[in-house]
């Protein structure tokens, strides 16, 4: 199983650029997760989906929108990229049920210029 | 709403023991524990779902104390495998997700 796929790896913005994070699960779980990961700051929530369809806003979601259309994917945009945004993201996946783990995908590194 | 832990970082030779706090200003429904490794995803550890809950996996062991609002992990006879940053975690009545600060741990020979 390839569990979480992020795609692409690694991307340069120029400010004011848009660009669409993806995030694929093979694992046929119903929650995802997309988090941002600052030094010092550790990992902050941006926006999360507990099904197909459904999304909700995290503790950071200012300037980036997210999409749910199928089950197993899970879309992070970023309309007008800004330096404040460079970072590296995770997206993660976990079962339903309470307090189940949550599996993530190796990050996307994205420097905003 | 995100957690706190401390030490921020530890430095420890192989064989020696750590103790990472994790505490929250809100009351805890269960701590999550995960790893990373520098320049790699985390890696869940264990979950504490209970006051007074104790895990172990290995010599890493956990315990929870709800009514502190307060969990604590326990590295024991660290080795050198044992090096990256841990987190705590803990998930709200609506779903969201807060991991806490990070603690580095650095194990040498």
């Known amino acids: 199983n390839a569990g979480v796929t992020q795609t692409p790896k690694f991307r340069v913005l120029k400010t004011g650029q848009s660009m669409t994070l993806l995030c694929a699960q093979d694992?046929?779980?119903?929650?995802m997760y997309w988090y941002r990961q600052d030094p010092g700051m550790g990992l902050r929530l941006i926006h999360y989906?507990?099904?197909?369809?459904?999304?909700a806003k995290g503790e950071v979601p200012d300037g980036y929108n997210v999409s749910r259309l199928k089950k197993q994917n899970f879309l992070l945009g970023l309309e007008s990229a800004a330096p404040s945004q460079t970072s590296v993201y995770f997206c993660?996946?976990?079962?339903?049920?309470?307090?189940?783990?949550?599996?993530f995908g190796d990050g996307t590194r994205l420097s905003i210029l | 709403q995100q957690p706190v832990q401390s030490p921020q970082a530890v430095i420890l030779r192989e064989g020696e023991d750590a103790v990472i706090n994790c505490s929250s200003s809100?009351?805890?429904?269960?701590v999550h524990w995960y790893r990373q490794k520098h320049g790699e995803a985390p890696i869940f550890l264990m979950i504490?779902?209970?006051?007074?809950e104790q895990k172990g996996h290995d010599k890493i062991s956990a315990s929870f104390n709800e009514k502190k609002q307060q969990s604590s992990l326990y590295l024991t006879a660290s080795q050198l495998s044992y090096s990256g940053t841990y987190f705590c975690?803990?998930?709200?009545?609506?779903?969201?997700?807060?991991f806490g600060t990070g603690t580095s741990l650095t194990v040498i020979p």
């Open positions: 989906s507990v099904g197909e369809g459904t999304t």
């Open positions: 975690g803990t998930e709200d009545t609506g779903n969201q997700f807060y």
């Open positions: 809100k009351a805890l429904y269960s």
């Open positions: 694992m046929n779980h119903e929650y």
């Open positions: 993660a996946s976990r079962t339903t049920g309470v307090n189940q783990p949550q599996h």
């Open positions: 504490l779902l209970k006051g007074g």
